[in-house]
T-cell receptor, first 112, second 115 residues
Framework: QQQVKQSPQSLIVQKGGISIINCAYE??????FPWYQQFPGKGPALLIA?????SEKKEGRFTISFNKSAKQFSLHIMDSQPGDSATYFC???????????FGKGTRLHILP | NAGVTQTPKFQVLKTGQSMTLQCAQD?????MSWYRQDPGMGLRLIHY???????DQGEVPNGYNVSRSTTEDFPLRLLSAAPSQTSVYFC??????????????FGEGSWLTVV
């Protein structure tokens, strides 16, 4: 049973457009929601993370929107650039637990 | 500033062979873990450790063993390689796992093919 569902599986966006990746979870005990970015041939790296006590967090062109009642959170990439082309993973975690659960990933391609 | 170092980068094994993927971190992290990444499956946790001498199973532990004799090292052993274990393996470390503000640092991956 998937504890976090990520969509879409792949995404193509024009340069300058907005890329949106969504994740949904079931367990209301989760209280940590990071996004990781992975370039080809490299390991994932933390991009941005949010706690459930805020509805939005912005870092540069990257924004996480969090909807606690719907148990959903999303990553928005504004003014998408070819250098943003990568695989993005959402994840969920519970404070005090020893594990982070990753979504299946979204392959993002930004057209030049 | 090495971070998380994995070796080897690439490996081809024959079915039934055993091997060890090495992982070392120089950040004095307590938490270390191994993931495998397969197309369309995301990152799946194999085994993890919350400190030296302590290990536990993740989502897909069968066919793999781990040990944590030191804080720095967390090797992953394939006991009898099977084609289903063809994958990219990532080692990761962190101060904690699910603590907000914490970062999981990943190695660059080990590409394993079992023929």
């Amino acid at each position: 049973q998937q504890q976090v569902k990520q969509s879409p599986q792949s995404l193509i966006v024009q340069k300058g457009g907005i890329s949106i990746i969504n994740c949904a979870y079931e367990n209301t005990a989760f209280d940590y929601f990071p996004w990781y970015q992975q370039f080809p041939g490299k390991g994932p790296a933390l991009l941005i993370a949010i706690r459930p006590d805020v509805s939005e967090k912005k870092e540069g062109r990257f924004t996480i929107s969090f909807n606690k009642s719907a148990k959903q959170f999303s990553l928005h990439i504004m003014d998408s650039q070819p250098g943003d082309s990568a695989t993005y993973f959402c994840a969920v975690g519970e404070g005090g637990d020893d594990k982070i659960i990753f979504g299946k990933g979204t392959r993002l391609h930004i057209l030049p | 500033n090495a971070g998380v170092t994995q070796t080897p980068k690439f490996q081809v094994l024959k079915t039934g062979q055993s091997m060890t993927l090495q992982c070392a971190q120089d950040m004095n992290h307590e938490y270390m873990s191994w993931y495998r990444q397969d197309p369309g499956m995301g990152l799946r946790l194999i085994h993890y450790s919350v400190g030296a001498g302590i290990t536990d199973q993740g989502e897909v532990p069968n066919g793999y063993n781990v040990s944590r004799s030191t804080t720095e090292d967390f090797p992953l052993r394939l006991l009898s390689a099977a084609p289903s274990q063809t994958s990219v393996y990532f080692c990761a470390s962190s101060y904690a796992l699910a603590t907000p503000g914490n970062t999981i640092y990943f190695g660059e991956g080990s590409w394993l093919t079992v023929v």
